[in-house]
């Protein structure tokens, strides 16, 4: 079992920054590409970004592409979500995913091994 705790969210006004964090753990936390997904109120949970294992492959969605950044820290177990520019549309739940499956995978299914709870982002205009 894996478990992933997301943090970071909050109210941020449109244009500004903000960095969310999952901390995983877990017996067998290693080894698994990890991504950020977001749900909107009344929308479907859609894909933001993926990060392999060792880092090399990233991945993001068209709407976030040059302003979201995703990065990992394996020794602490921990992917990170660089969110800037921010805009209204970005307002969400933020959910981190964990899966061995490749990256590709991240793009066109919501059947993660491991989802963790969300954290909340607002942004205000």
């Known amino acids: 079992q894996v478990q992933l705790v997301e943090s970071g969210g909050g109210l941020v006004q449109a244009g500004g920054s903000l960095r969310l964090s999952c901390a995983a753990s877990g017996r067998s936390a290693s080894g698994y590409n990890m991504g950020w997904f977001r749900q909107a109120p009344g929308k479907e949970r859609e894909f933001v970004a993926v990060i392999s294992w060792s880092g090399r492959t990233t991945l993001y969605a068209d709407s976030v592409q040059g302003r979201f950044t995703i990065s990992r820290d394996n020794a602490k177990n921990t992917v990170f979500l660089q969110m800037s520019s921010l805009k209204v549309d970005d307002t969400a739940d933020y959910y981190c995913?964990?899966?061995?499956?490749?990256?590709?995978?991240?793009?066109?299914?919501?059947?993660?091994?491991?989802w963790g709870k969300g954290t909340l982002v607002t942004v205000s205009s």
């Open positions: 995913a964990a899966d061995l499956r490749s990256t590709s995978i991240f793009l066109k299914s919501l059947d993660m091994a491991y």
